[in-house]
């Protein structure tokens, strides 16, 4: 709590002097508004993690090279059910700029497979990758191709590029619940001091949460072995 109270007196300075956020990056942000996202063209829903939203947002972000120390990445889990396999379009992510701020340059977003309960192999990476927005910070993202994904579990990470001094801060909105395994946090220059520098339970690294994931849907196409794609 010690460390929260010094980036509001921080954040309260910073208003003073004419800035619209802290003079550092915070590690959570409450009180977001969900909003209708407007998507490109319909899909199949694959998954929907969407439900169950907290109003609190945790940022996921790569700043400018004044604020490294602060990068950081979440992710979370999901499964291909066996007997069926995806061809992944799009990504909806619901998130939040914190105090109005914004807007993101581009995303990096990366799939991964599982590996005793944490990101393990990497399937899939797309750096900077362009987006569409509701412009309060939540996001669709249309791959360039397909990812096509077999049977079995999955994590994924959507990271910000964005410029602290300039756009401020993003964060992934939260759950109020857990579904399968616990969304998980790194900040490898460990500037938010919560000691995790590699992939670990959000939970365990930021005391606010007790419970609670990352909300966002995947939408494409499920395709079975012998047959053709499912609409």
């Known amino acids: 709590m010690r460390r929260f109270a010094i980036l509001l007196s921080m954040a309260l300075a910073a208003c003073i002097c004419g800035e619209s956020f802290a ?43 004044e604020f490294d120390i602060y990068d950081d990445m979440l992710a979370d889990d999901f499964a291909v059910s066996e007997g069926t396999r995806w061809k992944l379009s799009e990504i909806d992510i619901e998130g939040t700029y ?36 509701d412009q309060f910070g939540s996001f669709v993202v249309r791959l360039p191709e397909a990812l096509k994904l077999k049977p079995g579990r999955y994590w994924m990470s959507v990271q910000a590029n964005q410029d602290f001094s300039v756009e401020g801060e993003w964060g992934w909105l939260t759950a109020t619940i857990q579904i ?15 000691g995790c520098v590699t992939w670990a339970p959000m939970r365990s690294c930021i005391s606010d949460f007790e419970e609670g994931d990352l909300l966002f849907a995947l939408r494409g196409r499920e395709v079975t072995p012998q047959g053709p794609d499912k609409d």
Do not use: C, M, W
């Not at 998507?39 to 829903?45: G, M, S, V």
């Not at 169950?52 to 700043?63: E, L």
């Not at 990096?108 to 192999?121: C, Q, S, T, V, W």
């Open 23 to 65: 003079a550092t990056p915070e590690l959570t942000h409450q009180g977001a508004v969900r909003h209708q996202l407007v998507r490109p063209r319909p899909f199949k829903t694959l998954y929907d993690q969407t439900g169950n939203p907290s109003g609190t947002g945790v940022p996921s972000q790569n700043f400018e090279d």
């Open 98 to 133: 914190f105090d109005g701020t914004g807007p993101a340059h581009s995303l990096n977003i990366a799939i991964y497979r599982n590996k005793h309960g944490l990101p393990g192999e990497l399937v899939a990476k797309y750096d900077e990758i362009q987006y569409a927005d």
């Open 180 to 194: 399968d395994k616990p969304a998980v946090f790194q900040n490898p220059g460990d500037g938010f001091s919560t």
